[in-house]
């Protein structure tokens, strides 16, 4: 896996860590437990759960491969070394849509760490993008896929 640089915060490499030592460890026992099983049922070439037993474990160490490659290339972003008065990586950014004065707050992160459930947005999104650098109090204009969005920086916080 050929890629550069990784940032991520503390809090989302520890995150990858547990995920990839849980898919190495306690997952791949499930995985194997569950081809042994099938196994023993018979004719492996017409054995659907043998099939999706092996799927699983493929995908699984796909997934495995996929996050040695992210830790491997972490960089943890040290925020005291960081303009804090700026929109940047690792910022909580409180904003306020200028269309219905919703105010949403955001923290904006790496794509290996973005979780929008969580309210983590990559700095590749197109809100994430709209805001890099930006400093509170700036009104900012953001092209998303549906159109313009106009808001304001009401906070940065790290």
């Known amino acids: 896996m050929a890629q550069g640089d990784v940032f991520l915060t503390r809090d989302g490499y520890e995150g990858l860590k547990k995920k990839y030592e849980h898919m190495k ?3 791949r026992r499930e995985i194997s437990l569950a081809i042994e099983k099938a196994r023993a049922m018979g004719d492996l070439r017409e054995n ?3 099939q999706a037993a092996k799927e699983a474990q493929a995908l699984n160490e796909a997934r495995v491969a996929e996050l040695e490659g992210l830790i491997s290339h ?3 972003i040290d925020n005291e070394n960081i303009d804090s008065d700026k929109a940047l990586l ?4 409180k904003i306020r849509m200028a269309a219905d004065n919703e105010i949403e707050e955001y923290m904006l992160v790496s794509e290996a ?6 309210n983590k947005i990559s700095i590749t999104s197109p809100l994430g993008q709209g ?3 930006h400093k509170t109090g700036d009104v ?3 092209k998303i896929p549906s159109g313009v969005i106009t ?3 009401l906070e940065i916080k790290r």
């Open 25 to 27: 460890g306690a997952r």
């Open 48 to 50: 659907a759960e043998y």
């Open 74 to 76: 972490a960089r943890i």
């Open 90 to 93: 690792g910022a909580i950014v």
């Open 113 to 118: 760490e973005a979780d929008f459930s969580k």
């Open 131 to 133: 805001l890099l650098g």
């Open 140 to 142: 900012v204009q953001v």
């Open 151 to 153: 808001l304001e920086i």
